[in-house]
Structures are given as structure tokens and as C-alpha cells.
């Protein structure tokens, strides 16, 4: 059964890009290890469009950004020097340990024009990986194990569910995986895991006799076995482990209020380093903000 349903909340972030927000949520901060969850788009991008378009340098620590698109294309720069485009059904999953800054710009729709659908999420990392080493990678193809059965495409983005595991290095156990279902397809839905939820992207789906519609988070009950698609839908499934609760920062995720005031001070006094050819354009600290537990 479902035990909570998140709605996703429209935000801007300026130069026209809007995002729908649905994790942290009041009542449900984490799924898992999963503590950041932001629907993009689906957003037209004319040629041409504006560079205040483009999410610009920022920082991050604490934890592993996971970008997925279903289609577009974005172009990543971080501060290792590691510069990469991805496309659908690509991860690029970056993992910002003791602290990392990256930008992520459209060149792609500047130069022809694009059209921008995908899901920006956030891992946590577990206590005693916090404050790694950053790095970056990314995968497709061969990485990502894919399946079609009865209606269903699927893609399994991280971690292990369905008896397949994919080849990206993860910290904690955990799932994620894309389904493109047809009307009247079933899946499974994966156990083993702590914390699990369902993400209808477009579309909308039935569990345990009740229909949901696209851009809901559904909490679910360890009884919650599967999903039936009402209409063609893109659906993600989500979940994992608990890692314990965390501080969050604008983009700063640690278990210690101190380490994230420490970051916040090393980002207004530039003591973090820029990509290289990011090193005028960067995102400065919001003014309004607080630490959430």
C-alpha cells in the first residue's frame, strides 16, 4: 500500500528553467540514502536561449549527485577537470565527499535547440564516507542493465534490484531504476530494502487498487508488490537503506551542523575551487536559508 504521496512543488531557478521539487519534504526528508529529488522539465529550449539558463558553479558536499535524462542534453564541468555531456538513459553520477563545485549548462539547445526531461537526485553518503575524496563518472550502455518484458522498458540506473546489479559504484545499498511502461503493463516492485518509493514522471499508474497521476512521490509499505500503468507511463523506482539523518544546506548535505557551516564559509570566501572555465560565473550563497535537520 501507499503510506504518504508527495506532490511535487513548482520551482524556478531562474532564467526560465523550472523544476519540480519533491524531495526534502516535511513530513518524508530522505527515502533511503535518497535526500534530493528534482524533476526537470519536460521544458522546450529554443536555439539560442540565454546562458541564464545554466545552472552555474556551485558547490556540494556530503554526498553523490545522480542527473538522469530521459531526453536533452547537459553538459557537466566540475573542479577535477572532468567535462561531460550526457544524454538519455546516461548517469553521470558525481560524488562530492569533502567538497566539489560543478556546473551543468545546455550547448547543445544554445547551438540547435533541445528539449529537456530528466531527474536530478542527491545520495547521501554514510558517516564514514562523508568526507572522501570527490570524483566523477560516467555510464551508459554495457553500465546500465536494460530489459523488455511484458510492456515494460526497463533501465537500472544504480544498485541492485530485478537480480541485476549495475555498474556504478554506490556507498550504501540502495536502487534506482527507470521503467517506460506501456497501458496495462505490471512490474514488480523491488524488495529487500528498507525505504522504497515510486516517481510517475509522466503518465499514471494503480497500486493497491488506487490510481496516481504524474509528478507524485508514492511512500510505500513493505506489503506494496507492484504497479500497473493506466496509461503510458515513465515511472522510476527508488529506495534503499537508511543512512541516518542529515543537515541540509542549500546544496550542502553532512550528519554535522558544523561541517556545513565550515562549507558555507569556505564558498563566501572562495576558498573552493571553480571548473576551469567557470572560474567568473558562479552561484553565490542564497541569502535566505537555514540549516534542516
Known amino acids: 500500500m501507499v503510506e504518504l504521496i508527495i506532490p511535487q512543488r513548482r520551482r524556478s531557478l531562474g532564467g526560465g528553467l523550472e523544476i519540480g ?22 521544458l522546450s529550449l529554443p536555439k539560442g536561449i540565454s546562458s541564464t539558463v545554466d545552472v552555474r558553479a556551485h558547490p556540494h558536499i556530503g554526498l553523490s549527485t545522480v542527473t538522469y535524462l530521459f531526453s536533452g542534453e547537459m553538459m557537466h564541468r566540475d ?5 561531460q555531456a550526457i544524454n538519455p538513459r546516461e548517469v553521470n553520477w558525481m560524488t562530492a565527499g569533502k567538497g566539489i563545485t560543478h556546473s551543468e549548462r545546455f550547448e547543445r539547445a544554445r547551438a540547435i535547440g533541445d528539449h529537456l526531461h530528466g531527474i536530478q537526485a542527491w545520495v547521501a553518503l554514510p558517516f564514514e564516507y562523508e568526507e572522501i575524496s570527490p570524483s566523477f563518472s560516467h555510464h551508459a550502455d554495457d553500465d546500465l542493465p536494460q530489459w523488455r518484458a511484458n510492456g515494460i522498458v526497463g533501465q537500472l540506473i544504480a544498485g541492485s534490484a530485478y537480480g ?18 506501456m497501458t496495462g503493463a505490471i512490474a514488480e516492485i523491488p524488495d529487500g530494502y528498507k525505504e522504497r ?50 543537515y541540509l544546506y542549500w546544496n550542502f548535505v553532512s550528519s554535522s551542523e558544523a561541517r556545513i557551516a565550515q562549507a558555507v564559509s569556505d564558498w563566501q570566501t572562495g576558498s573552493m575551487k571553480l571548473p576551469d572555465a567557470d572560474d567568473a560565473e558562479f552561484i553565490p550563497l542564497p541569502e535566505k536559508q537555514s540549516i534542516q535537520p
Open 197 to 246: 518509493a515510486i516517481y510517475i514522471a509522466s503518465g499514471s499508474v494503480e497500486v493497491s487498487g488506487s490510481r496516481y497521476g504524474a509528478g507524485n512521490m508514492l511512500i510505500l509499505s513493505a506489503s506494496a508488490s507492484s504497479l500497473r500503468a493506466l496509461e503510458d507511463s515513465i515511472v522510476m523506482l527508488l529506495g534503499g537503506e537508511p543512512v541516518g539523518p542529515r
Open 79 to 83: 573542479s577535477l577537470g572532468y567535462e
Open 21 to 42: 521539487r519533491v524531495l526534502p519534504f516535511v513530513k518524508q526528508k530522505m527515502v533511503g540514502p535518497f535526500i534530493f529529488f528534482d524533476h526537470m522539465g519536460p
Open 164 to 181: 541485476l546489479t549495475a555498474n556504478v559504484k554506490t556507498l550504501s545499498p540502495l536502487f534506482y531504476a527507470h521503467l517506460d511502461m
